[in-house]
Structure formats: C-alpha cells, structure tokens
C-alpha cells in the first residue's frame, strides 16, 4: 500500500505566484520528511486552476529539496508538447533525481487548452498514444526513428539517458475501456480517477481494468494503479469536514470558469463520454458540491479514525491499494492546517491502513486455505 501527495498549484486571489510556489515546495519537502511515497504534479495552463505549466520544471525543484519520495507527473499532456522534448525532460529529471521519476500521461480534457494550443480536441486521443509509444521508444533505445501521423524523426537519440532503466509510465484513465485495455496492453501502470470532483463510481473502472486484465491473461494486480482522492483530515472532527469547504468552492468556480471540457449544450466530443456529466456536478445548484463530495467514498475528509475506515473499504471490496492525496483542493487552505493534516496522515492514518490491509489479507489467505 502506497500513499502520495498532489500538487496541482491552485492560486487562490490572495496569494501571488511565486508564494504559490513555494507553498507547494514546502508541502514537497514535508512529503519527502514525513515518509510519502510519491509527489504527483499535474500540468494545466491558462489560468488559476492549476499553475504547473512545466510539471518538469517544478519536478526538478522537488528533486532539489527531497531524498527519497519518487517525484512523477499526473499528468503531463504529450499533445502540448514535442515527444522529443518531453523525452529529453523525462531522462534530465531522472538524472537530477537520481532516478526517482515516474512519468504520468494523459490526453488532457480542457476544451480552452486545446484552444489556445491550436490543437484540436478531436485529435487528443490519436495524438496521445502516438506521442506515448515515441517518448517510450526514446528512452529505452539508444536511437530511434519513426514517421507518425503528427510527428516524425531521424536517428533521434536523446542525452542524457535516464538513470533508470526503465523509467515507469502511467496512464491517467476515468472509464474509457479503451484507453484502459491499450494501457494494459502496453504494460503501463494506471491512474484511475476523476480530475475535478472525487468519483463515486471510481471502482467500475477497477473492473473494466481486471476486465483488460483478462483479455491479456496476465494477473489482476493493482500494485501499479493508484486512486485519486480529496483528503483533509485533523484530530478535531468538525473542523476536519468544515474548514475545506470554502477552498473546495473556489476549486468549483475555477473549474467553472476555466476546465470545461465541452460547452454547455453542445455534443460531448466521442472521446470524452465519460465527462458528459460535467455540468451536473460541478454547475449543479441542487446541493453544495462540497455535500455531494463528503458523501463520496473517495472524499478522505473527516477524522482519522472515519478515514481509516474508508480506505479500509476500498481495500477490502474493490482492491485498492495506492492512493493519491489531494490535500489542499482550490490551493486556500493555510499552510499551517495543510502541513498538520499530512502529519496525522503520515503519523497516524497510513500506518493504520496498512496494518489493516495486511490484517485482511492474512484473513483472507486462511479462509481461501480452510
């Protein structure tokens, strides 16, 4: 069982960018000390949603002021970039690192990104798995040449070389089976979830996974596939599930504003079916979005103890293993209360987890043995 932290860079009104930054290094540092796995940084552009631009860039900052925490992208955008770019910032922040990096991908799903991009939407998913199997070839040979629909090179060898073997690749999937089987396919590690509100059908695609699973005759092991989740937790209950809600609501009005993938009242594009509920939960008047995330399975927002039990559940009827921790979502939440929260995670809810995941397995084994 594997826990990590996600830095999205959200920039609240009141805080300047480079506090941002420094904010978000300090939680890196803190992850590092307190013992998480893995720092996951995702990529967005053009707005307050989400100021990493360069998740490479930001991950060689991580890799100055952390030892031992894995350092990996959820995601980058290979249709945003050369794959000869992203290959050669792959190997340097492997290098830096000292082969600590972990290289997420997905398709991207804001519409005003592809916009200003001149990228058209319609494309993501031909241009994602071309630049994918590129970046791969790239760095797992010393040369390589290809002619693609979208790119194409000569003899292309990239320096310097990773200091990994292979550097581990990830593929961010919601429940589109196909991408799902293509990763498995490929031998990829997944990233299940939804980007902008905790998903309570989170475990179907854990089924359309071991469906994959099947059709390639390889074992159902999860080990390699995280979850993404919004967490908030402090040994005061109340405010535990109270003091996120403003920042949550500015994270609603930033994806609002900014991260639709579609516009109201048009067709939802074939590849993003998946998100065709978009509305209905980020621009619904109904309920509170902050209610409607509590309620989830994937909201680890409460006390220590009611989070335990959640991820206690995951575990035990879906297979969960790993987990990515959005612990400030909207990015206004003070340091202070972020910095605890990911202390009594640390300290008090990951060892708990783990102690009962290991409990349940060995229970498990002597049923199936009886």
């Given at each position: ?194 980007p902008y509100i905790p998903d ?12 994959a699973h099947d059709k390639y ?96 559940a995951m575990n035990n009827e ?53």
């Amino acid at each position: 069982m594997k826990f990590g932290i996600f830095i999205l860079g959200e920039k609240p009104p009141m805080l300047p960018g480079d506090e941002v930054y420094r904010r978000n290094l300090d939680q890196c540092r803190a992850a590092d000390d307190m013992g998480y796995d893995t720092i996951w940084l995702g990529e967005h552009h053009f707005s307050p949603y989400g100021t990493i631009a360069d998740p490479f860039v930001f991950g060689a900052s991580v890799a100055a002021v952390t030892k031992h925490a894995r350092i990996g992208t959820a995601v980058v955008i290979p249709a945003f970039m050369n794959p000869i770019r992203m290959a050669e910032r792959v190997a340097m922040v492997d290098a830096i690192s000292g082969g600590r990096f972990d290289l997420g991908l997905g398709r991207g799903y804001q519409q005003k990104e592809f916009k200003k991009f001149g990228i058209p939407m319609e494309e993501s998913t031909e241009r994602f798995i071309e630049s994918v199997e590129v970046i791969e070839n790239l760095l797992t040979h010393e040369s390589y040449s290809w002619e693609g629909k979208f790119t194409r090179g000569e003899d292309i060898n990239i320096f310097p070389r990773p200091t990994q073997q292979k550097v581990p690749f990830y593929i961010a999937v919601l429940r589109t089976a196909s991408t799902i089987d293509w990763g498995v396919s490929k031998g990829y590690g997944m990233m299940v979830g939804n980007p902008y509100i905790p998903d309570p059908e989170l475990s179907k695609s854990l089924q359309l996974l071991y469906q994959a699973h099947d059709k390639y005759d390889v074992d159902r092991d999860v080990s390699d596939t995280w979850a993404l989740t919004t967490a908030f937790t402090s040994n005061d209950e109340q405010f535990a599930l109270n003091y996120p809600r403003d920042s949550v609501r500015l994270n609603m009005q930033f994806l609002q504003q900014y991260a639709a993938p579609f516009e109201r009242g048009e067709e939802v594009p074939k590849d993003y079916q998946a998100y065709s509920n978009w509305y209905d939960t980020i621009a619904s008047r109904d309920i509170d979005p902050y209610d409607k995330i509590l309620q989830m399975p994937t909201a680890f927002i409460g006390s220590p103890d009611s989070i335990i039990e959640k991820i206690r559940a995951m575990n035990n009827e879906h297979g969960w293993e790993n987990f990515i921790l959005t612990l400030n979502k909207g990015g206004a939440m003070e340091q202070e209360h972020v910095l605890e929260a990911m202390k009594i995670f640390a300290e008090e809810i990951i060892p708990a987890a783990k102690e009962n995941a290991e409990k349940d397995a060995e229970s498990k084994r002597v049923d199936a043995s009886a």
